[in-house]
């Protein structure tokens, strides 16, 4: 009688061990499920995208390489001349990351000519050329993702709105520039991309009328790390049930 309730105890206790085997399986490919949608989503998932006007043909070339608000030395910035936007419109500029590797993002922008001033100091470069502009957008991102923008200031004082955030930045037209503070030299906010994965830039208001962009840097918003711990911490938890149940059972 007691051998068989033993050999009762010993099936329902390895019963019980494969149950937890199983849902650690589950667990496992539950994750990497989360992990292969994020990897295969189509558009800008890593990485940093810098963009700065430059007015080369008159003495004031792009900023960089180098860091900005974010970023480390050596970065490559993306750069056009504000003379790209004179006379028939222009299509869209494919742009690169910081380390010169091409992206599915685009830059579009419809201007109506654009300002200098020299600016010296270490980031001088990324405010002596502004660019005059009508609408603009950032496309070929993921939809619906959220990514950090740092918006640059120009010559004036100006609201420009992004995906519906405000940005405020405040006129640098002479003078040196050595530090980038936020709120100051720059604005930066989380913004969403729509669901065609685009960021559209619209004038809100701009010191004598006239909106302008000068320089800006992209970078996706880091996925959080909940659900990652959640599938460690039930991982972790059915790893010690497992473990207790094969002591039971032994």
């Avoid at 329902?12 to 990497?32: E, K, Q, S, Y």
């Avoid at 700065?52 to 390489?65: E, H, K, R, T, V």
């Avoid at 120009?154 to 980038?180: A, K």
Wanted: some cysteine; charged content about 10%.
């Amino acid at each position: 009688m007691k051998t068989q309730f033993k050999s009762t105890i010993l099936v329902v206790c390895h019963l019980f061990a494969g149950r937890i085997r199983l849902a650690i399986l589950f667990t496992v490919l539950w994750l990497a499920t989360l992990a292969s949608i994020r990897v295969s989503a189509a558009g800008f998932n890593s990485g940093i995208i810098d963009f700065d006007s430059n007015f080369a043909s008159d003495g004031y070339p792009a900023y960089g390489p180098g860091a900005a608000a974010i970023g480390s030395a050596g970065d490559l910035w993306n750069t056009v001349s504000v003379t790209y936007y004179g006379g028939t419109p222009k299509g869209p500029l494919n742009l690169y990351n910081t380390d010169g590797t091409s992206t599915s993002v685009e830059w579009s922008l419809s201007s109506g000519g654009g300002i200098s001033d020299t600016i010296g100091g270490t980031y001088g470069r990324l405010f002596d050329t502004s660019v005059a502009f009508y609408s603009a957008t950032i496309t070929g991102l993921t939809p619906n993702e959220q990514y950090n923008l740092s918006l640059f200031s120009v010559v004036w004082d100006e609201e420009i709105s992004v995906n519906g955030i405000d940005f405020t930045t405040y006129g640098i037209q002479s003078g040196s520039v050595n530090s980038l503070t936020a709120g100051s030299q720059y604005d930066v906010h989380t913004v969403t991309a729509d669901s065609s994965g685009t960021l559209a830039f619209v004038p809100v208001s701009a010191e004598f009328g006239t909106p302008y962009i000068s320089s800006w840097q992209l970078t996706p918003v880091p996925e959080p790390s909940t659900i990652s711990l959640a599938g460690l911490v039930l991982l972790a938890s059915a790893a010690l049930q497992l473990t207790r149940s094969q002591k039971r059972c032994s």
